[in-house]
C-alpha cells in the first residue's frame, strides 16, 4: 500500500514551457487535491476532484488545469509556466482525512 | 470563505518541556480540526485531530483542544523530544475534512 505517489520529485523549467505533475492513490478514495506550499503561507488548494469525473477550483487555481484521469489519478499541468509557480506541489486523497504525497519541487527560471 | 490564523510561527522549547501551538478561525459552521506535522522534504503527516462535538483528544504525548465558542484550538506536545521538531500545521474543514483550510504553520525546535 504505497498510499499517495507523485512524480516528478523535483523539475526544472524555463518561462513558457509546459509540464503535467502526477499523482495517484491506491486506498480507493473518492476526493483528490492539488496544494501549493510557499514560505510563510502554508499550503493553499488550487484545484480538487470530489469524485471521479468532477474538478473545481480551489483558492489559487489561475495558471493551472487538472484531470481526474480515473479514480486513482489527478494529474495537474502547467501550460506556460511563470516564475510565480515556483513551489512545492503536493497532492492528497481523503476519505475523512487527508492524506498527503511526497511532493514535487518545481523551479521556474 | 474560512480564515485560520496560527500563532506562533516559531517556537523553540528544552527537551523534556511542554509546546503549545494555537490557531484561531473564523467559520462557526466549521466542524472538524485536524493537526499535521511535516519533516524536512516530506509531504505533510495527520497526527491527531478532533471534531466539534469532542472539547478534548489525547494520544500519548499529544493533545488537542476545542474551544467552538470562542472558535479556537490548540495542539499540545508534552515531554517534547528532538524529533518532534517539524513545521506543525493546523487546519479546518467541514463535512469530515473534505475541504480544509490550512494555518500558516509553526516551526518547532525542540533542543537536547
Known amino acids: 500500500n504505497a498510499g499517495v505517489t507523485q512524480t516528478p520529485k523535483f523539475q526544472v523549467l524555463k518561462t513558457g514551457q509546459s509540464m503535467t505533475l502526477q499523482c495517484a492513490q491506491d486506498?480507493?478514495?473518492?476526493?483528490m487535491y492539488w496544494y501549493r506550499q510557499d514560505p510563510g503561507m502554508g499550503l493553499r488548494l488550487i484545484y480538487y476532484s470530489a469524485s471521479e469525473g468532477t474538478t473545481d477550483k480551489g483558492e489559487v487555481p489561475n495558471g493551472y488545469n487538472v484531470s481526474r484521469l480515473n479514480k486513482r489519478e489527478f494529474s495537474l499541468r502547467l501550460e506556460s509556466a511563470a516564475p510565480s509557480q515556483t513551489s512545492v506541489y503536493f497532492c492528497a486523497s481523503s476519505d475523512e482525512t487527508q492524506y498527503f504525497g511526497p511532493g514535487t519541487r518545481l523551479l521556474v527560471l | 470563505g474560512e480564515n485560520v490564523e496560527q500563532h506562533p510561527s516559531t517556537l523553540s522549547v528544552q527537551e523534556g518541556d511542554s509546546a503549545v501551538i494555537k490557531c484561531t478561525y473564523s467559520?462557526?459552521?466549521?466542524?472538524?480540526f485536524p493537526w499535521y506535522k511535516q519533516e524536512l522534504g516530506k509531504g505533510p503527516q495527520l497526527i491527531i485531530d478532533i471534531r466539534s462535538n469532542v472539547g478534548e483528544k489525547k494520544d500519548q504525548r499529544i493533545a488537542v483542544t476545542l474551544n467552538k465558542t470562542a472558535k479556537h484550538f490548540s495542539l499540545h506536545i508534552t515531554e517534547t523530544q528532538p524529533e518532534d521538531s517539524a513545521v506543525y500545521f493546523c487546519a479546518v474543514g467541514n463535512n469530515a475534512g473534505n475541504m480544509l483550510t490550512f494555518g500558516g504553520g509553526t516551526r518547532l525546535m525542540v533542543k537536547p
Open positions: 467559520d462557526s459552521a466549521s466542524n472538524y
Open positions: 486506498m480507493n478514495h473518492n476526493s
